[in-house]
T-cell receptor, first 111, second 111 residues
Framework: GGIITQTPKFLIGQEGQKLTLKCQQN?????MYWYRQDSGKGLRLIYY???????QKGDLSEGYDASREKKSSFSLTVTSAQKNEMAVFLC??????????FGAGTRLSVL | QQKVQQSPESLSVPEGGMASFNCTSS?????YFWWYRQHSGEGPKALM?????GDKKEGRFTAHLNKASLHVSLHIRDSQPSDSALYFC???????????FGDGTQLVVKP
């Protein structure tokens, strides 16, 4: 079996700071995703990538950048952290239209 | 407009009872459906996929799909306290890898 590893698990930032979240998968999946989840609510798609160097915008891409450096890794950058922002960022991968496998998340707090 | 709508928002059932979740899509091109479950502090995990009309049973879990009415449901019989979690419906079209999630139903199973 494979695993999705997200780093860091917890991230505390300052208002206006640029913050980078990383995700690695060893499933050898083609597609990777970044979702944002607020207070145990629904999942909102930020970016996804169907192959290395590909990038597709989701519904919440404003304020974020992403990079698919290689097949196994997908990083997300918060371009300017907003004061009092709190959310969980979830990375996932899948092979085509098959089941998504999620990481445990990065929990962001902005002071 | 939310493409996948879930109901109810929250649900409380006694241990040993039946929990039922509903999901309706607004897009007739959706062909593939999943149910995911997320325990507190974890990433979502896939419970079941259903791609054909009718029922699909896996242990205590039964999913039902009716593509004509764009409706999919999940039923958990003999609910256990460990089933307490956030349940998501997800759907995708035939022609791309974008997966749409509902906002989730919070289940509490009371001992």
């Amino acid at each position: 079996g494979g695993i999705i590893t997200q780093t860091p698990k917890f991230l505390i930032g300052q208002e206006g700071q640029k913050l980078t979240l990383k995700c690695q998968q060893n499933f050898n999946h083609d597609t990777m995703y970044w979702y944002r989840q607020d207070s145990g609510k629904g999942l909102r798609l930020i970016y996804y990538s169907i192959t290395e160097n590909d990038l597709q915008k989701g519904d919440l891409s404003e304020g974020y950048d992403a990079s698919r450096e290689k097949k196994s890794s997908f990083s997300l950058t918060v371009t300017s952290a907003q004061k009092n922002e709190m959310a969980v960022f979830l990375c996932a991968s899948s092979q085509g239209k098959n089941t998504l496998y999620f990481g445990a998340g990065t929990r962001l707090s902005v002071l | 407009q939310q493409k996948v709508q879930q109901s109810p928002e929250s649900l409380s059932v006694p241990e040993g009872g039946m929990a039922s979740f509903n999901c309706t899509s607004s897009d007739r091109n959706f062909q593939y459906f999943w149910w995911y479950r997320q325990h507190s502090g974890e990433g979502p995990k896939a419970l079941m996929s259903i791609f054909s009309d009718g029922d699909k049973k896996e242990g205590r879990f039964t999913a039902h799909l009716n593509k004509a009415s764009l409706h999919v449901s999940l039923h958990i019989r003999d609910s256990q306290p460990s089933d307490s979690a956030l349940y998501f419906c997800a759907a995708t079209r035939n022609n791309n890898n974008r997966i749409f999630f509902g906002d989730g139903t919070q289940l509490v199973v009371k001992p």
